[in-house]
C-alpha cells in the first residue's frame, strides 16, 4: 500500500519499485489523501472538476504500473493537517487492505536542498499514516468498528531525508516515466523526461533507483513460515 498526499506523488516517488514489485506478483493498492483540487493555474476549472480530471490522472497512471486499486479519501488539497479524523480513515485503509508494506511520505521534511519546501500536506499525511500503523492499526481495541486489528511488517518512506535503501528500477525506469505522463494536468514531457537524469542520481550513477528509509516493525527472520500466511491472507 502507498499513502501520499496528491495525484503524482507516487510517480513522482515510488513508482518504479511499485512496478516492479508488480511484475513479481504483489497486489498493490494506493490510497490518495487528497485529488488534488486546487493543484491549477486555469481559472476554467473548478475544484470538484479538477479533482475529477486528476482522479481519472491518477487511474492511469496506476494502470501503466499494473494497480488497479486505488482509494480517494477526498481530502481539501493544502488544507491537510495530521488530525484524529485523517489517522482513522487511515487505520480503515489498513484494516481494509492488510499490506505488508506501506509506502510512507517523510514526516520530518521541511525542505531539501535550497531550493525546496516540502509541501504541509506531504508532511501530515506522512504524520498520520506512521500514528495509523503503529500502534493503531494492530491495537484491537481501538476503532474496533473499522475491522480486524492488522500489523504492517514495513514501512518504506519515499523521498527519505535518510535514505538506507536503494531499489534498482532499471527495469521499470520507462513504466514510471509513462505512469508519470499520465498525470497530463501537471506534469509536462520536460519534467517527465527528467525522472531518469533524478533516479540515475538517486542510483550515484550506477543505475536508475528510488531511495528509501525502510523500518521493519517485524523483523523479517522472525515471521512464521511466509508461503501459509500468504496462502491464508491473500486467498
Ligand atoms: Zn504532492
Not at 76 to 101: A, Q, S, Y
Not at 148 to 155: S, T
Request: some cysteine; glycine content about 6%; proline content about 6%.
Amino acid at each position: 500500500m502507498a499513502v501520499v498526499a496528491h495525484p503524482d506523488d507516487i510517480e513522482f516517488g515510488c513508482a518504479g519499485t511499485v512496478a516492479k514489485w508488480v511484475r513479481r506478483g504483489c497486489r498493490v493498492v494506493y490510497v490518495v489523501v487528497t485529488s488534488g483540487n486546487i493543484g491549477t493555474h486555469d481559472a476554467g476549472h473548478t475544484p470538484d472538476t479538477l479533482a475529477a480530471v486528476r482522479e481519472q490522472e491518477q487511474l492511469a497512471a496506476a494502470a501503466v504500473c499494473g494497480v488497479h486499486e486505488v482509494e480517494f479519501l477526498r481530502y481539501n488539497d493544502g488544507e491537510v493537517m495530521p488530525t484524529l479524523e485523517l489517522r482513522r480513515d487511515i487505520v480503515r485503509m489498513i484494516r481494509k487492505h492488510k499490506p505488508e508494506v506501506v509506502f510512507a511520505l517523510d514526516p520530518t521534511m521541511l525542505w531539501s536542498g535550497n531550493e525546496y519546501i516540502n509541501h504541509p500536506d506531504h508532511r501530515a499525511v506522512g504524520l498520520a499514516t506512521l500514528d495509523a500503523i503503529a500502534p493503531v492499526a494492530a491495537m484491537p481495541l481501538m476503532y474496533p468498528e473499522l475491522g480486524e486489528a492488522h500489523r504492517v511488517r514495513e514501512v518504506w518512506i519515499q523521498w527519505p531525508q535518510q535514505p538506507d535503501t536503494w531499489i534498482d528500477i532499471s527495469e521499470t525506469i520507462d513504466l514510471k516515466m509513462e505512469a508519470l505522463r499520465q498525470h497530463k494536468s501537471q506534469v509536462s514531457e520536460e519534467t517527465a523526461q527528467s525522472i531518469r537524469a533524478w533516479a540515475l542520481e538517486a542510483g550515484r550513477g550506477l543505475a536508475p533507483a528510488e531511495a528509501y528509509k525502510v523500518m521493519l516493525l517485524v523483523p523479517r527472520e522472525t515471521r512464521p513460515s511466509e508461503s501459509a500466511t500468504h496462502n491464508t491472507t491473500d486467498g
